[in-house]
């Protein structure tokens, strides 16, 4: 059977064309009578309007991608961090009647692979959320000279359509950090993501000005990079504690790798609190029931997917959100965190 056109319609109900085009896109001018009788034909004849022609003369798909870059096979949507902001950005769209389109990639990007723009415009998607971009991504450049819009977690970027959302690390960090220190502490560590995250070097920055801030000295021993992964956080710490044995807190820059800090404390016949205070980031579900429980940084993940959609809908519609959001992080002291008992 072949397919039914707006002429067919057209010639059912007896009017033009362009009226039952407009009828059918909810436009006003066309009366009620008239319009009942052109959805009435429209509804017996099963019309199923082509998406791909109407996009293409209105520019509007009504779909939006979803970029979750860097993840690992079955990360992702049920990743504690990541899924959260996922399941936030995913119902605000639904929300708002719009469609999400996901794009994985699970490995660093290559320049002889697609561009991220040209799987959208393949896709005739409106705008896109990109998770996970790494700070020499091959196609940064052509992202902020994007002509639809783009928006990026924890990662600002220089372009009239590309706008950020994340959390204020500054003042997060900072807190951590004045919190260890007001306990006593004065050997901070910190366990850190990776070098190509925008988020680990400001979280890096911010944790080496507070450390001067309080006038205590930075050591390099007491760095080290976990990957933001569990595995990651456990090896950290021990190549830390290596180096530094007399380290007495920990501030590890997401909850997997604090998690990881904690295995890694018992491994070496240690115990938190009592030989080792430990901070996270995030404030994912396991924090609350790990053993001890987690002294962390709360960042809103759900409300984080919904400012993200929010954004790109507005810029989809013509409107001109903020070029970068920050959202507060308050610091959550659980039994992780105690005043030091070595000399």
Known sequence: MSRITLKDI????GVSVTAVSRALSGHSDIGKETRDRILRVAEALNYQPNIAARTL????SGVIGLFVLGRAKGE????????QVINGFA?????????????RASRPPDSRDPSYLDLCRRRMVEGAFLMGLRTDDPWLASLEASAIPIVTLDMPLAGEMTFAVG??????VRAAVR???YLGHTRIGIVNGYQRASVSLERFEAYSSALSDLGIPFDSALVADGEFTADG?????????????????VFAASDLMALGVLVGVKERGLSVPNDLSVVGFDNIEMAAICSPPLTTLDQPRYELGQTAARTLIAACNGETPPSRVLMKASLI????????SKS
């Open 10 to 13: 057209a010639e059912e109900t």
């Open 91 to 103: 119902d605000e769209l639904t929300e708002n009647g719009y469609d999400m389109m996901v794009f």
């Open 179 to 181: 919190h260890l220190a």
């Open 76 to 83: 992702g949507f049920s990743h504690p961090f990541s899924g």
């Open 57 to 60: 003369v209105t520019q509007k």
């Open 167 to 172: 959390c204020d690390n500054v003042s997060a």
């Open 233 to 249: 956080g456990k090896r950290a710490f021990l190549s830390m504690i290596e180096k530094a044995s007399d380290v007495t807190a």
């Open 333 to 340: 002291v659980r039994g992780s965190t105690a005043r030091p």
